[in-house]
């Protein structure tokens, strides 16, 4: 007897800039992965204030989506899903993002989408901000630092509760909102303009100035109160929305029994998650927050009435990435291990991607522990998966045991953690179609069952083909996660 309850919510997720393209159909304004350039695992994303002619930017196109969304809703239903996670562009529905009606066409596209979804039985999740911000709004306010962008993202989640709620009742506000923690150049997370241009557009770390910083932090508590009030608004418009929030998921374990590593773990863990957790889920920000905050010399700007919006605007269920785990320690020579655009010390029991990932699927089960026991609300695992290089053969195959075996590890420990007490809702893998990387903005690596022939460098047929995983996962949601085969 399967160990999953009745009714999990199994899936595949992408994100809107990812995938669709068609980055200026149908009215469709610039978002700032359109100023985004290309990379790899070694040579950075680069972002210009200006779209260069003479640059290949990914998310032009992406895997053209726009125009090939029915035909792999279709895949997404032979596979089985029962949930598929996806994002609304602000920009096909607000192109300058601070208008006060939607573009009808980005409207009827979705729409269109949502349809094809109900006639395929699935059950959407939408993320309302998937690092798809209004670059509009980047230029003219600096981002989410202007208070002003509050009421813009308000009334477009409006706009979209008023549009879909008939047939999307599961929301999530931003994704992987603690990336305004991380990123010190701000861009991609919260809109914040960088301190210079052109710029390494991902970063994991370097100089920033103080008052960069406080601008990103002041940022991110914007999307705080930004999320609150959507949230209320849900919950008064329709009592069957529930709304989530999404941080990437940073697992931290100490390096040794040092207890300097045991507390730089403690906090690691509580800056990567619960900073970002505690406010959205209790409604304020924790005791340890305040710590960070002081030694940051950070001031947050909270304005009257803040702290009783995030009070009322707590989510119902907490979503989460999970790729990897990292380690801390207090001697800073220690080498270096790449995670979910976040960094630590490498751990010597575990080996890693070809993008220098660990590999954890016991830290799911851990994470999920820590979680549910802190905050005893559902859990919902939206990002989960193995980026690889995968190989198309003549006959058109893809042999990824790698990614099966990835995956039916990190389920065993899913199933685990419900064992031990979890209450975890769904799971949605990351890129269940092949999609452009965020991180490095590239093609090669790859995350989904479904391939899609399309290059680094733009070329390629943008055929679609089922990898042997997409087999393997059909068998496993046919049963209810019993067959892990």
């Known amino acids: 007897m399967s160990k999953f309850p009745k009714g999990f919510l199994w899936g595949g997720a992408t994100a809107a800039n990812q995938c669709e393209g068609g980055w200026q159909a149908d009215g469709k304004g610039i978002g700032v ?8 695992v070694s040579t950075p994303r680069m972002f210009y204030k200006e779209i260069r002619p003479d640059i290949y930017y990914p998310s032009h196109e992406s895997i053209d989506m726009y125009h090939r969304y029915l035909d792999d809703i279709k895949l997404f239903g032979e596979m089985g899903f029962k949930c598929y996670r996806l994002s609304i562009n602000w920009t096909r529905l607000f192109p300058n993002g601070d208008e006060l009606e939607p573009n009808p066409k980005g409207v009827a596209f979705y729409r269109s989408i949502f349809e094809a979804l109900k006639a395929e039985g699935i059950t959407p999740l939408v993320t309302l901000s998937h690092y798809e911000f209004p670059y509009n709004l980047c ?4 981002g989410w630092a202007d208070r002003r962008t509050i009421d813009c993202f308000v009334r477009y989640a409006e706009t979209c509760f008023k549009e879909y709620g008939d047939i999307v009742k599961l929301w999530l506000t931003f994704n992987e909102i603690n990336m305004g923690l991380m990123d010190h150049i701000g861009l991609f997370s919260t809109g914040v303009m960088p301190e210079q241009e052109p710029c390494v557009a991902i970063s994991f770390g370097g100089e920033e100035s103080h ?4 601008t990103r932090y002041r940022a991110l508590h914007n999307q705080f109160v930004a999320s609150a ?5 849900a919950h008064a418009m329709d009592p069957e929305f529930k709304i989530g929030c999404m941080i990437a998921g940073s697992c931290v374990y100490p390096l040794t029994c040092n207890p300097d590593d045991i507390l730089a773990a403690q906090r690691e863990m509580y800056k990567g998650n619960y900073y970002c957790g505690d406010v959205m889920v209790r409604g304020a920000y924790g005791a ?3 710590r960070i905050l002081k030694e940051e010399q950070i001031d947050l700007d909270i304005q009257p009435g803040d702290e009783e919006i995030l009070k009322k605007g707590t989510v119902d269920f907490y979503s989460f990435s999970y790729y990897s785990s990292n380690c801390a320690t207090g001697a800073p020579q220690e080498a270096e291990a790449t995670g979910n655009l976040s960094v630590g010390a490498k751990n010597p029991y575990l080996k890693a991607s070809d993008w220098g990932w660990t590999i954890d699927p016991k830290g799911l089960r851990y994470y999920c522990n820590e979680l549910y026991n802190r905050y005893q609300k559902p859990l919902f ?3 989960n998966g193995l980026g690889a290089a995968d190989v198309l053969e003549e006959d058109k195959s893809v042999h990824d045991s790698y990614r099966i075996d990835y995956m039916r590890q990190h389920m065993e420990q899913m199933a685990e953690a419900i064992e031990d007490g979890v209450e975890l809702m769904g799971y949605t893998c990351w890129g269940c179609i092949d999609l452009v990387s965020a991180g490095t903005g590239e093609m090669k690596k790859r995350y989904g069952m479904i391939y899609v022939d399309k290059n680094n460098d733009g070329s390629g047929t943008l055929d679609r083909y089922r990898k042997d995983s997409f087999y393997w996962y059909k068998k496993v949601i046919a049963s209810n996660g019993e067959d892990l085969a």
């Not at 230029?139 to 600096?142: A, E, F, P, Q, R």
């Open 229 to 233: 009030k959507v949230v209320q608004l």
């Open 381 to 383: 695992i939206v990002e």
């Open 211 to 214: 008052a960069h910083k406080q």
């Open 33 to 40: 992965p359109d100023t985004m350039t290309g990379g790899t």
């Open 139 to 142: 230029l003219k306010w600096n």
């Open 288 to 290: 340890m927050a305040k």
